[in-house]
């Protein structure tokens, strides 16, 4: 597995308020049911061959991608696996049975940007980022726990970054931030 060099995102002002419906998506495994029934998360792509793709937009609910990366899929079981890491973070945000969107937009988009990231999508009670790791993880940690501090009920966590445990570097990053 690879890491590219970080990648500068844009800004917000080309993120189409509805999907293309052109632009190619893909459905991966999220998670599994307690029934084990699959919950797919259907994802913007670029393909880069059969099977083999680039992530468009960081993840609403799906772990482990953001922007950037590029990976392959099993077409039967959806299930994903990286091949190279594009030198992003994917940031999850969370306010369930908040209506929390107009302030995400004045309050974190500005902070996001300044940090040369981008709000990657948006679903009734999430938000979804992707920030450049060249930010820096004290600068966007200090950022998101700032805005949750002030928006009771909101929570944040990276998508990319921990092990389950919450606390353990993934690979590729400990490997980008010269941790191993």
């Not at 445990?165 to 590729?172: A, H, Y």
Request: hydrophobic fraction near 40%; charged fraction near 20%.
């Amino acid at each position: 597995m690879r890491l590219r060099g970080p990648q500068r995102m844009g800004d917000n002002d080309d993120m189409p308020s509805t999907p293309d419906p052109n632009q190619p998506t893909v459905r991966l495994l999220a998670a599994l049911k307690e029934s084990g029934q699959p919950v797919l998360e259907e994802v913007p792509v670029e393909v880069l061959g059969p099977n083999q793709y680039r992530l468009l937009a960081s993840p609403g609910i799906l772990d482990g991608l953001a922007s950037g990366d590029t990976f392959t899929v099993d077409p039967a079981s959806h299930v994903y696996r990286v091949e190279e890491h594009g030198g992003n973070l994917c940031v999850q945000v969370w306010y369930p049975g908040l209506d929390l969107a107009g302030r995400v937009d004045a309050e974190l988009v500005p902070g996001v940007a300044r940090l040369g990231g981008t709000l990657d999508g948006r679903e009734q009670e999430l938000s979804s980022f992707t920030i450049p790791l060249s930010a820096g993880m004290p600068a966007i940690e200090a950022l998101f726990d700032a805005w949750v501090d002030r928006a009771d009920g909101a929570t944040w966590s990276f998508g990319n970054a921990y092990e389950d445990d919450g606390n353990t570097l993934l690979p590729w990053l400990a490997e980008a931030l010269g941790a191993t």
